[in-house]
């Protein structure tokens, strides 16, 4: 086999692996790569119909690799949506979810949201993007119950424009977010946005 060859297969199997992604930015960013490395094989071997489709695809690609990226931190892209726990469409979710999010969350259960008090549905369009369920933790605190992202924005911290300054838990009268205790991924996630360690848990001042 030569090394042509290994290009080929390469990115055909590429291309194959990014449309298996559930995450919209790395299917691009696979999808990108293997148009790229198809480019080069079919212009190497001169089939220029497939050359002329690679760079399409590559183009395009990259015009929504950038598109996402700049749009990430754009208030303009998502927006914060107060939800009681009790609505049908977010138990709906919950319950579409719940799998995944007992991953990210072990042990949260229907009784945690019931505990919850108020929640933010974050969206993009009309598109849902995640879920955020808290409760009054007294003086002036909110204790995160969820923090939860649906799959496909998995890559972007879309939780920043709940928690930031000026937005719905600064609304509400709170000074500080206290993040979920048996949350995986907490310490990769939320100081991102801004939480810091006190203690044992993650907290976000808002003050």
């Given at each position: 086999?030569?090394?042509?060859?290994?290009?080929?297969?390469?990115?055909?199997?590429?291309?194959?692996?990014?449309?298996?992604?559930?995450?919209?930015?790395?299917?691009?960013?696979?999808?990108?790569?293997?148009?790229?490395?198809?480019?080069?094989?079919?212009?190497?071997?001169?089939?220029?119909?497939?050359?002329?489709?690679?760079?399409?695809?590559?183009?395009?690609?990259?015009?929504?690799?950038?598109?996402?990226?700049?749009?990430r931190h754009d208030s303009r892209s998502y927006q914060v949506v107060e939800v009681?726990?009790?609505?049908?469409?977010?138990?709906?979710?919950?319950?579409?979810?719940?799998?995944?999010?007992?991953?990210?969350?072990?042990?949260?259960?229907?009784?945690?949201?019931?505990?919850?008090?108020?929640?933010?549905?974050?969206?993009?369009?009309?598109?849902?993007?995640?879920?955020?369920?808290?409760?009054?933790?007294?003086?002036?605190?909110?204790?995160?119950?969820?923090?939860?992202?649906?799959?496909?924005?998995?890559?972007?911290?879309?939780?920043?424009?709940?928690?930031?300054?000026?937005?719905?838990?600064?609304?509400?009268?709170?000074?500080?977010?206290?993040?979920?205790?048996?949350?995986?991924?907490?310490?990769?996630?939320?100081?991102?946005?801004?939480?810091?360690?006190q203690g044992d848990a993650l907290v976000l001042d808002l003050a």
């Open positions: 086999m030569t090394a042509l060859d290994i290009l080929g297969w390469a990115g055909s199997a590429l291309l194959v692996y990014s449309v298996l992604q559930t995450r919209i930015l790395r299917l691009r960013f696979f999808n990108c790569v293997a148009s790229v490395l198809l480019l080069i094989f079919n212009a190497a071997i001169h089939v220029w119909p497939m050359v002329g489709l690679n760079l399409a695809l590559t183009a395009i690609n990259g015009f929504y690799i950038v598109r996402l990226v700049r749009g009681l726990p009790t609505e049908g469409y977010l138990r709906h979710l919950l319950h579409s979810f719940d799998t995944d999010i007992q991953r990210f969350n072990p042990g949260f259960s229907t009784s945690d949201a019931d505990g919850a008090e108020f929640g933010f549905l974050i969206l993009t369009g009309a598109e849902t993007v995640g879920v955020v369920l808290a409760r009054d933790a007294g003086d002036r605190s909110a204790q995160v119950e969820l923090d939860y992202v649906l799959p496909k924005y998995r890559d972007f911290t879309p939780g920043e424009f709940v928690y930031r300054q000026g937005g719905p838990f600064t609304s509400r009268g709170y000074q500080r977010v206290i993040a979920p205790p048996n949350m995986l991924g907490a310490d990769a996630y939320l100081p991102k946005i801004g939480f810091r360690h």
